[in-house]
């Protein structure tokens, strides 16, 4: 017996995986009786916004991880496929027709019970997945907090965009910590008086997104919107996050009018977070404005700035590579634990119905393919502000091989495939 919480993408597809593996599941729902702020149907795997599984290239991360889904056995895949509208590159689907038969399929397995009701929290003698999404009743989001201790939930995403280390210009800009007290975990844009004009104009008069959610407009006093602060005074920016001192431009020798800050997100240096630049604009126009900093005109976005409601765990500090709450049965799938989007979500459910269902001798995923990068993303200690993200280039692990960028990313779907197939086989999947 299984219990699966919350009806989402990754609800589902951890009970699918779970029924197919011989599991009894009982998967709970609480819509429609209990709505949520962002769902409209008491559907099942509701797409609340856009209609878009993203790439469907198989040469892409976002492709990747839908192929190696399909090889576990996804739900959602092949019905996201069967109900296909034009999209272009991206996987784009009729919403309703998806989620119907999404909800049908779930609900006439003989091996799963879809029970409509809130689930509030229960200890109980066998495996729960908890997948109850970025906006988890407040029911179990305390009961959630007694698991795992006050702090460890979080409530809001203030997300500053993230770029791929690749793509940031070092002829322009450096690694240097403030007063070089750190291990060197920074990379400093420059900005001259002209350009951190240019920059500020930009920024307050570039166009924001409308709040999906009402309680997006409240900010935290610490951590307003960048444009918020531009707006408070031209040099609110210079004196504050973006300060220049402590630091010198190897390039010039001299001192910078302006500095944006990069931190470094992960071990192997390939993702950068722009410091303090948690922002309310439209993805577009974060990077037409960014990319007006030097040192990042070219700047490839893997995550862009978001401010808004997202329930999810300090997963690093609190999950293994099993997805499970270390030293226990209850095991976290989905938007909860830190990954983003629709396939993520999806991804994550099918990885913590498996390991649910399986001995602790099968191995998680390993760290090369997508469904073992989003578990090193998961459970990532080296960044201290864990921040929810996508399938991207840069959560795969360099392969080694010399070459231009595509040359490079090629050896990394290659290694992931390689590896993807390897660990497919020790599986006890039909
Ligand atoms: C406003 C908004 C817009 C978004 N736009 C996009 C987008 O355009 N593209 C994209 O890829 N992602 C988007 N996301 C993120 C997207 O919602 C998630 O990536 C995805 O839905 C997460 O899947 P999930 O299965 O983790 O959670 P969900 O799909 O949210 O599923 C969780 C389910 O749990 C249920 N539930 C909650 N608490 C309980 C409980 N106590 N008992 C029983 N059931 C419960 C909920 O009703 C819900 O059905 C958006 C999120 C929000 C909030």
């Known amino acids: 017996m299984i219990d699966v919480i919350g009806g989402g993408f990754a609800g589902c597809e951890a009970a699918w995986i779970a029924a197919r593996l011989g599991a009894q599941v009982r998967l709970w729902e609480m819509r429609p009786a209990k709505p949520t702020p962002a769902h409209k149907t008491g559907l099942l795997a509701e ?14 991360p976002a492709g990747q991880l839908k192929w190696e889904m399909e090889q576990l056995g996804s739900l959602m895949i092949p019905t996201a496929l069967k109900h296909q509208v ?8 009729d919403r309703e027709a998806f989620a119907s038969e999404m909800t049908a399929a ?28 970025p ?58 008086r002209e350009e951190y004009d240019a920059f500020v104009s930009a920024l307050v008069s570039a166009e924001r997104s409308t709040p999906h959610l009402e309680s997006e ?29 402590g630091l010198t431009n190897p390039h010039t020798g001299g001192r910078a009018y302006a500095v944006l800050q990069l931190r470094q997100e992960n071990a192997q240096k390939s993702l950068y977070s722009m410091v303090a630049c948690q922002t309310t604009l439209k993805w577009s126009e974060q990077k037409r404005v960014f990319r007006m900093v030097p040192g990042l005109q070219n700047a490839e976005f893997v995550r862009y700035g978001v401010m808004h409601r997202n329930t999810y765990l300090d997963s ?47 191995p998680p995923p390993p760290r090369e393919c997508a469904l073992g ?33 595509s040359v490079r990313r090629e050896a990394k779907l290659r290694a992931a495939t390689e590896a993807f197939l390897k660990w497919r086989e020790t599986l006890p999947l039909p």
């Open 135 to 192: 906006l988890s009743s407040d029911a179990i989001s305390r009961w959630i907090e007694t698991r795992t201790g006050s702090g460890r939930l979080f409530f809001f995403d203030a997300v500053s965009p993230t770029v791929t280390a690749e793509s940031v210009d070092f002829c322009l800009a450096w690694e240097q910590d403030r007063y070089d007290k750190g291990d060197g975990s920074y990379v400093n844009c420059p900005m001259n």
């Open 316 to 362: 690093p500090r609190l999950l293994d590579a099993r997805l499970r709450l270390r030293d226990s049965q209850t095991f976290f799938a989905g938007q909860i634990t830190g990954v983003e989007g629709y396939v993520e979500s999806g991804a994550t459910g099918i990885l913590a119905g498996l390991f649910a269902c399986v001995s602790d001798e099968i």
């Open 47 to 60: 797409l609340v916004c856009s209609n878009s599984f993203k790439s469907s290239n198989r040469h892409s």
């Open 217 to 245: 407009t409240r900010y935290f006093e610490g951590c307003m919107p960048i444009e918020v602060i531009a707006q408070r005074g031209r040099d609110s920016l210079r004196f504050g996050n973006f300060k220049p001192v």
């Open 106 to 133: 779930i609900a006439s397995h003989p091996r799963i019970e879809l029970i409509r009701k809130e689930w509030t929290g229960a200890d109980t003698d066998h495996p729960v997945v908890v997948a109850t999404g």
């Open 86 to 93: 034009p999209g272009g590159e991206a996987l784009c689907v």
């Open 373 to 405: 990068s989003l578990i090193a993303h998961v459970t990532n200690t080296d960044s201290p502000d864990y921040a929810p993200m996508n399938i991207n280039w840069g959560l795969f692990p360099d392969p080694g091989t010399l070459g231009d960028k």
